[in-house]
């Protein structure tokens, strides 16, 4: 009767060990996402200023010639 009951333990015990490894996969993925979003954001933000300072660059080549 002992080693069924071990095997059951066991069996539990790795069952709640992959749980808590899903769950920190779970929130290492959201603090990734989080992350990217705050870097897609920073590059359209830095796209914006390059596309106004072609543009300034572009009307002060204009008023020279």
């Not at 359209?44 to 106004?52: H, T, V, W």
């Given at each position: ?7 059951i333990a066991?069996?539990?015990l ?52």
């Open positions: 009767m002992f080693w069924p009951m071990l095997a066991l069996g539990f790795g069952i709640a060990v992959l749980g808590v490894l899903g769950i920190k996969v779970f929130l290492e993925v959201q603090r990734l996402g989080r992350q990217v979003a705050h870097t897609a954001e920073r590059i359209n933000r830095a796209a914006e200023d390059l596309e106004k300072a072609a543009g300034d660059l572009a009307r002060t080549g204009d008023a020279l010639r």
